[in-house]
């Protein structure tokens, strides 16, 4: 396991922003009216939000500067170019399309180069991946090695893809009825897992054999450049920028998330080597997004998301970062968690079919000790398991999904490590009284999304 970096944070704060103190009986009642569902608790009453690692990153001085440059002219902004020369530089591909977020870059990408019926093959994907590919009217097939599900598994690159079962695939439904190859690094729903630079060489050799796209999905980018430094024979003594270089140059094109590694609040992009492929791109920007020298978002918010870019692969930042991420998958496992082992790159997953064994998965148990942590101590989480993936049988039964993870997101550069203990503390006092935690029943069941819209209440 990584060890915290011995200096401290490579930064000092310099805006503060106060957090929301409550009881425990606001909390009961606030609990209550939100239907036990962390998305309708207003964030003014939670302490420590670590919901999500997206859109929620501090800025630095420099990036709040840059909002200050921001040249709203309809076309041709300056800060559109500051950002088409960091995308260039870090990702190597020429043509480069701003979208307001990751989910636009995957429709409009998708849209443009997938035809229905097409296969989409991948280590495992984002939730909104999925939900595009199959909204293009393809399918979505995961190849993610073994080890990437066995949540104790120490395998230093839980992300891979298994390249044989990918190839055999191919081979037996032909190349023509696979429209892209998409790896997602880190792999978000597994644990924010990296993948190799050997295996994406592998899946390369793979994808140009067979003639088919590789493209990354690279909301999380830089982190995986950090694992590949410190984990992979080879690449110890590689800069970060040159690790990115040569693995952005197994693909074909990216899309990104501009709200995690670019940290910023809003902003994402297509990038790709294909002047065809982009100029389909641009059909669908204008129709979706905008003009393509802003694709949805303010010249400032371009400006941000430019020097983000180059700030996010600094190795003081991610060696901090990183640091902190196994800092509170230790002081979690201390605590009688059961976390996913090596911790992944944006936070800690706990394994809640092991942390709660007394809770059948219909019970809710990951959102049943979200709900246990929140009462507790305002902290906010979010469950990756029944209640988000469980699908419906014919017969109205469940049908469970592989994982049943609580995940730990955190936000970069906004909290700190005593933050981090008042996480471990809480869930040390939840869980010496495990047994108390009877799990959760859905009221209302929303018929779509049904982690974000349905309403639920602890059973007695
Ligand atoms: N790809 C990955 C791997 C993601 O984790 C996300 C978002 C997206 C694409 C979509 O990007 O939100 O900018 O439209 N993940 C967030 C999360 C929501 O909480 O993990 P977006």
Redesign the pocket.
């Known amino acids: 396991m990584l060890t915290r970096r011995p200096g401290g944070e490579p930064f000092k704060i310099k805006a503060v922003e106060p957090v929301g103190i409550t009881t425990r009986q606001q909390r009961e009642e606030i609990l209550r009216k939100a239907g036990y569902l962390q998305f309708r608790i207003p964030s003014e009453f939670v302490y420590i939000d670590l919901m999500?690692?997206?859109g929620t990153s501090a800025m630095s001085d420099n990036q709040w500067a840059g909002i200050m440059m921001g040249d709203e002219a309809y076309a041709g902004c300056r800060n559109f170019f500051n950002l088409e020369s960091a995308v260039r530089d870090i990702f190597t591909y020429p043509y480069v399309i701003p979208t307001h977020?990751?989910?636009?870059a995957?429709n409009i990408l998708m849209l443009a180069m997938l035809r229905p019926g097409d296969y989409v093959l991948g280590n495992m994907f984002?939730d909104?991946?999925i939900a595009h590919i199959e909204h293009k009217g393809c399918i979505g097939e995961e190849f993610l090695i073994p080890e990437g599900y066995d949540t104790e598994s120490e395998h230093p690159f839980k992300g891979n893809v298994d390249v044989e079962r990918m190839e055999d695939f191919i081979k037996k439904n032909g190349a023509s009825r696979v429209g892209m190859i998409i790896i997602?690094i880190t792999s978000?729903s597994n644990g924010g897992q990296p993948v190799s630079m050997r295996n994406i060489r592998e899946v390369s050799g793979v994808a140009r054999q067979y003639g088919i796209p590789l493209i990354f999905?690279a909301?999380?980018y830089s982190e995986n450049c950090f694992f590949i430094k410190k984990r992979e024979r080879g690449y110890e003594d590689k800069t970060l920028p040159e690790i990115a270089a040569e693995l952005f140059s197994y693909g074909d094109g990216a899309t990104c998330?501009a709200?995690?590694c670019a940290l910023v609040n809003i902003g994402?992009f297509i990038a790709v080597k294909s002047k065809e492929v982009y100029d389909k791109c641009l059909q669908y920007l204008v129709l979706f997004e905008g003009f393509p020298t802003y694709g949805g978002l303010a010249g400032r918010d371009l400006e941000a998301m430019a020097r983000g870019l180059r700030q996010g692969l600094d190795e003081a930042y991610l060696e901090d970062r990183i640091g902190q991420v196994a800092y509170l998958a230790r002081r979690l496992s201390e605590a009688g968690a059961s976390v996913v082992t090596p911790p992944g790159g944006h936070g800690v997953y706990v394994d809640c079919k092991k942390t709660l064994p007394h809770l059948e998965m219909d019970k809710f148990p990951a959102d049943a000790l979200s709900v246990a942590l929140y009462l507790d101590s305002g902290v906010r989480t979010v469950g990756l398991g029944t209640l988000a993936f469980g699908r419906k049988d014919a017969g109205g039964g469940w049908v469970f999904p592989e994982l049943e993870l609580l995940r730990f997101?955190i936000p970069r550069r906004v909290y700190t490590d005593r933050h981090m203990d008042v996480v471990a503390d809480s869930m040390s006092s939840v869980l010496k009284d495990r047994g108390n935690i009877k799990g959760l029943r859905l009221v209302k069941e929303a018929p779509r999304l049904r982690h974000f819209l349905s309403t639920l209440e602890p059973l007695p």
């Not at 977020?101 to 636009?104: I, K, M, P, S, T």
């Open positions: 999500t690692d997206s977020q990751g989910r636009a995957e984002f909104t991946t997602t978000n999905d909301a999380r998330s709200k995690k994402g997101a």
